[in-house]
């Protein structure tokens, strides 16, 4: 079982930036493709961005393009999400999602909440 932990989420301004992360203790984390999606109150979680597991390749949602940048540190075990220029549409909880490299089994954490207030 692969654990996911997501933090840094929070209450911010419109205009402002917040840093998620998604940290795990799996040794084999360097193998997965990880992707972070979003869940706003009534409506259906959505894809956000990926990264592969290298953190060569990424992807972003249309709506989040030019705005968040997905990245990860295989040393630590952690993906990052850096939210800027945030929009109050952007308020949802966020969730880390890590696919298994032969499995192709998913694991999610727990999600972490970010406000954006106009």
């Known amino acids: 079982q692969v654990h996911l932990v997501e933090s840094g989420g929070g209450l911010v301004q419109a205009g402002g930036s917040l840093r998620l992360s998604c940290a795990t203790s799996?040794?084999?984390?360097?193998?997965?493709?990880v992707g972070w999606f979003r869940q706003a109150p009534g409506q259906d979680r959505e894809f956000v961005a990926g990264?592969?597991?290298?953190?060569?390749?990424?992807a972003y949602a249309d709506s989040v393009t030019g705005r968040f940048t997905i990245s990860r540190d295989n040393a630590k075990k952690t993906v990052y999400l850096q939210m800027a220029s945030l929009r109050p549409e952007d308020t949802a909880v966020y969730y880390c999602?890590?696919?298994?490299?032969?499995?192709?089994?998913?694991?999610w954490g727990q999600g972490t909440q970010v406000t954006v207030s106009s």
């Open positions: 999602n890590a696919l298994g490299p032969l499995t192709h089994r998913e694991y």
């Open positions: 990264v592969d597991y290298s953190g060569t390749d990424t």
């Open positions: 799996e040794r084999t984390f360097k193998y997965f493709a």
